[in-house]
């Protein structure tokens, strides 16, 4: 799926994962200290992966996990600071929705407080609380 400003959003996955660790450290997300190998098996283990790019530059993913039944859990939706505000995370949610629509699975994600207005203009709305468990020391 193309659109005007030249976003391409797809499932085809880098050729290099560099790409996803690039776009990792431009979010800030690197802090378990991932490789690029570790990031191209959390895609491949992923029920389903929407990739954004503008040319050939990675600018944004989203992931799935799921049971494939009954629940599918919206993750890792990122889009790379300088792509941000143009309506790339708005069309890999969209995609993101719609294999979970095609499949009858219900999409559900987690956010921080402050990205809860944003989802909420795509129809999520609060119904839990999320926990992480803190990893221990090495």
Not at 28 to 40: M, S
Not at 68 to 80: D, W
């Amino acid at each position: 799926m193309s659109s005007p400003n030249g976003i391409r959003i797809t499932e085809e996955p880098p050729a290099d994962f560099r790409a996803v660790f690039q776009l990792y450290r431009e979010l800030a997300w690197d802090a378990l200290g991932l490789t690029a190998d570790d990031l191209e098996g959390m895609c491949q283990q992923s029920w389903f992966v929407s990739y954004a790019y503008h040319g050939d530059r990675l600018v944004g993913m989203g992931r799935i996990l799921s049971d494939g039944v009954i629940t599918g859990i919206i993750c890792g939706l990122g889009v790379s600071p300088n792509h941000q505000g143009i309506g790339i995370g708005r069309k890999l949610m969209d995609q993101l929705i719609e294999q979970c629509d095609r499949h009858r699975i219900i999409p559900q994600l987690m956010c921080s407080e402050s990205l809860e207005p944003y989802y909420e203009t795509m129809g999520f709305e609060k119904f839990a609380i999320g926990m992480t468990r803190k990893r221990k020391s090495e």
